[in-house]
């Protein structure tokens, strides 16, 4: 990699001559925040542009310039991909005004997105064509679906339907020395080429910058069900996936285990979210199915719930009678992450191993943990997909801080042992800023340098979201 | 690129020096022919190594000699990506000794395979485990995985299961300068770092040569029902795949469309597969059905054939009533092809169009064909995927031959075409060496500028497949 150069003023004033009036402007301090406050961001200005051609203009000046560019999406990214603090004063570049619906195409399931839609009105840009999008995440009202196709995102449906990385048909992108990519096809089947396509999704905004996308949608399920089972360990969990995948085929959506540990934390904070058990079981699994016409989820749980009972796989669960207990359910799921922050981790795990070592990865993590002190445990997640959230939290009554010398070696043990179960440190969030060591660490290393030459090729000057992924030249 | 050597007597004398005794040899004929015949390749000699270890001493050498090298798979490929006839004579490297199946995780849903295994052999693998493989197509008795990975094969049940690349979670791989990449992962979400893994799927062996792949296996319908539809023309055949859809959910593996002229050429040259229709229909839809436990698909295929009659989408059928009458429909459509070999194609196009606009694409290639002569075509594929196979023979009584001056012309009018509809000029093929003018004339230009950083990044000395895909430099 190259020497970068700060964005100076006579940058920006030639950037903003490039540009309508508006286009250039200071952050605002929401600009430079990491979510969980890992660290504080800098920039000299953001870059608010309307169309891909202005992107382009940007990029293009910024190659010349030697100028870093961070890419910012909805800021809801938690590995610090979109905050930057070392280096030369970069520009932050948001998607922010490219949020139209281009197309919809119902009789292909494709719709057609510039980068900065928010998650949610994409969803709701499909539920009018009678149509499904089926990323779904707790972020979802503010993501921005460029950024979730930059990270990958994960989310409760991968089970079903895949990463945003299966839901994605074509793009359009600008590459760093500002050149434009017009791959925004509706193609089911194209093999003319490279798969650059998916060499940009992933890669957190550091091989190029995605201005839209050709997104693929589902047939919208007609019938909702949902339950949610007590189990007697994760072994069960997943030997109950594999039965209710047997008597329902493919109309599971999500299959999310849940810890005591997390329906404490929501009691005890936030006490206006419905518990749906007298005394929180050590585990449960949440189940979701969305059904075609004529097929009836509520008998489909029960049956399920019978069948588990007889083979010991269940001993209690709620299914729920309507949409209202269906949402009081998901609502619990989903302010699991919310009342971790009320409790303030010491340090979380985005962790995913072979499905199959689920109950090993368990049992052999908490030991480790026992050992190095007093902790509580909040471990959930998408199980269905081998993927956890292993949220390490104070004792009660101490705080993190308390904790904070211990922080390295915990991460550390949670990620060796998930590199002993040739697992990943990083399922859904991405590598950002904050794991970077833990890839140079844990990551292959011929992929590594087959990374820093593909980064090389196509971001020579390295102006692209750098110390992202990779460490800056 | 720099300047590529020959395989040398010398070069090969090294080579074998590295490798146990009988791991070169030279090719038999069958190594040097294209299967539709379109060019004659070369060899200095055929490398058929044991083990990734072999592998990347091989690589290794021709890397640091600079000495072409060839992957070949099974040899089926259409594109002529394993046959090389120009250029500095090429060293041959098989992976048909890396067959074995390396493990095979019913509980996960994972099979981890060598390159060299057949697609059938990987098939009756995972069904041994009572589990699907559901890649499928014509060759699948003789292509082996690798190739499939290499060239991101298609095939018949893609509508519901996705391309190669979607059944494919982790690789290992030797990359040019022999460096081996173990990115053999069974987890379905890992998101650190770049996406190697779908750069080299598709890559038809210019950037690496994969030696091994987790797989994604299926779980294993229950029940299989096949019915063969008459339409009355390709919009309706679309409108009944909405219908199915609708009725079926995600129960439709393959939605098949064939021509009269497809069933006239089995009549004509292979008059022993049988024929359901007494007189052929201008169009007709082979639809198969995968159902779990518990569902009917007879019944799902009257209910189906009932409503589109009602609404003038089918006028007349046939659904099976065995699983041998179910095999005889397949054996139509699979016969095709063999079929077409004996009339003798002029010109064959493994094409792609947004799904909406494949009446119209058909409409306006009969029409545009027409003006350039008397030919017959035989339009037939995989409808769901919105890819066709564009096939035109020469008029009744006359010989490919007398067409020849035209066949640039007919293939430039059928692309042009195809482009103005914003489709692929090959669909699932590939681009191999038959069609790197095509890529250089229809493909998107920063794309192509990226692809040839990239190449130029993984593989600074060209070494591998050189001519295929890119231009050799």
Not at 200 to 219: F, H, N, Q, Y
Not at 391 to 397: E, L, M, Q, T, W
Request: aromatic share 4%.
């Amino acid at each position: 990699m190259t020497h970068l150069n700060a964005a100076s003023s006579a940058f920006l004033e030639a950037l903003a001559a490039d540009l309508p009036a508006d286009s250039l402007r200071q952050p605002e301090p929401r600009y430079l925040e990491e979510p969980r406050g890992r660290h504080q961001g800098q920039a000299a200005a953001i870059a608010l542009p309307r169309s891909v051609q202005e992107v382009s203009s940007i990029l293009r000046r910024a190659h010349h310039a030697r100028v870093p560019v961070v890419p910012y999406g909805g800021g809801t990214g938690l590995v610090g991909g979109q905050v930057s603090s070392e280096g030369p004063l970069p520009l932050l570049l948001s998607l922010g005004r490219m949020k139209a619906i281009r197309g919809i195409y119902p009789q292909e399931n494709v719709l057609i997105v510039e980068a900065g839609a928010i998650l949610a009105d994409v969803q709701a840009a499909a539920e009018g064509a009678d149509r499904l999008f089926p990323l779904s995440l707790a972020a979802e009202g503010t993501a921005q679906i460029g950024g979730n196709l930059a990270t990958n995102a994960g989310g409760v449906n991968v089970l079903r339907y895949g990463n945003t990385r299966d839901l994605c048909l074509g793009l359009e992108a600008v590459l760093p020395n500002g050149e434009i990519w017009n791959g925004l096809t509706r193609l089911r089947k194209d093999n003319t080429g490279y798969d650059l396509r998916n060499l940009l999704i992933g890669s957190e905004g550091t091989l190029g910058v995605i201005t839209a996308a050709a997104l693929k949608l589902a047939p919208r399920p007609r019938h909702q069900g949902t339950a949610l089972l007590v189990v007697p360990s994760p072994e069960a969990a997943i030997d109950l996936l594999a039965l209710a995948r047997d008597l329902i085929g493919e109309g599971i959506s999500a299959f999310e285990l849940i810890h005591k540990q997390g329906l404490q934390f929501v009691a005890d904070h936030l006490p206006d979210i419905r518990q749906p058990f007298d005394t929180a079981p050590e585990w449960c699994v949440l189940l979701d199915l969305g059904l075609p016409e004529g097929r009836d989820p509520e008998s489909d749980l029960i049956t399920l719930f019978e069948q588990a009972m007889e083979r010991d796989l269940v001993s209690d669960g709620v299914i729920a009678q309507s949409l209202t207990q269906s949402q009081e359910i998901w609502s619990l799921r989903e302010h699991i992450p919310e009342a971790n922050k009320h409790v303030g981790s010491i340090a979380s795990h985005d962790i995913s191993v072979p499905i199959s070592l689920i109950p090993d990865f368990i049992t052999r993590a908490g030991m480790a943990l026992a050992k190095l002190g007093d902790m509580r445990i909040n471990c959930f997640g998408h199980l269905g997909d081998g993927n956890l959230h292993y949220n390490v939290f104070p004792a009660k009554g101490r705080s993190r801080d308390d904790y904070a010398p211990l922080r390295g070696e915990i991460s550390r043990v949670v990620h060796d042992l998930v590199a002993d179960c040739e697992g990943s440190f990083s399922a859904e969030h991405g590598v950002g800023r904050l794991k970077v060591g833990e890839l140079e660490r844990y990551g292959d290393p011929v992929k590594l340098a087959a990374m820093r030459a593909i980064k090389q090729a196509l971001d020579p000057h390295g102006i692209l979201n750098p110390g992202a992924v990779l460490r800056a030249g």
